[in-house]
């Protein structure tokens, strides 16, 4: 089982560039990829998300990578000698040509004619460079994983002490609904005792009250109860993304829970539905991290 949220990141350098990449991810309803790159790195936008999608079932998930160029080499820039010196050329002849022209000439304003000096567009990426990123993503994902898993057992362990103590309130409810006919019995027979002077006959007696005791019983809502609670469990243990059907169960385990407050007729058993409750909301809050 694992959790939603994780960080994981990869640094790469050499002598004409360095590379930093990070990945974030918390919860989401679905898989959400965005990208923060370096204009060198935009074209790689779908190599990495293709590397995460094959990883990752669902999160939002934020990339940051950047790109930072140590050499002109690596910035793309390129001096084009033959053009220069065909400007340089260019301007002796005109020099000699035009008297009271000053012809001393600099390598600044040989540097400022069109094309003597270029940078290349630098968001096309080469297959070096795509393979870098390639491993940084991967190393970057390793770590975001290892966080996610550790997660995930933290809060596996927190699901099945909160499941727990589910259990042991259902368990009390259960010891409670089993005494519910016999102090319907009881009050019974007091009020007619007091009201009715022994008029009503054991038969009506006998009737009643088990017409009530088919209305208050809760052992359905119960048996189905403790089944939803012991799948929860097991499906802690499974290695696939569980976040949607945990989510599922718990719906399940509320509808229960909701039917033997209303059938149970008990202040004692609304009371630890309240309890049951309160626990299951904690639960859900949780697995909403769940992948």
Known sequence: MKSMTGFGASEYSDEVQSISLEIK???????????????????????????????LSRGHVEVFAKYTGTSAQSAGIK??????????????????ELSGIDTKISVNDIARFPNVITAEDTA??????????????EEALD????????????????????VRYISDK?????????????GYYDTLMKNISEYTKG?????RLATEIAIYADRVNISEELVRLNSHTESFNKALD????????LDFMLQEINREVNTIASKSNS????????????????????VQNIE
Not at 147 to 156: D, N, P, Q, T, V
Not at 199 to 203: N, R
Not at 273 to 284: F, P
């Open 25 to 55: 991810t918390v919860n989401h309803r679905y898989k959400d990829i965005s990208f923060r790159l370096s204009r060198k790195l935009a074209g790689l936008e779908d190599t990495i998300r293709k590397i995460i999608s094959s990883r």
């Open 79 to 96: 001096y084009d000698g033959r053009l220069a010196r065909a400007y340089f050329d260019i301007l002796n002849q005109m020099g000699g």
């Open 124 to 137: 096309n990426t080469d297959e070096e460079l795509t393979g870098i990123i390639k491993r940084m993503t």
């Open 143 to 162: 770590m975001v994983e290892a966080s996610r898993i550790s997660e995930g057992e933290a809060l596996k362990e927190d699901f099945l002490k909160r």
């Open 170 to 182: 259902v368990s009390l409810i259960k010891e409670l609904s089993d005494q519910i006919p016999k």
């Open 199 to 203: 008029i009503l006959s054991e038969e």
């Open 238 to 245: 499974a290695n696939e993304p569980i976040g949607r059907k």
């Open 267 to 286: 202040f004692e058993i609304s009371s630890l539905v309240v309890d049951i409750k309160a626990e299951l909301e904690k639960i859900r809050e949780q």
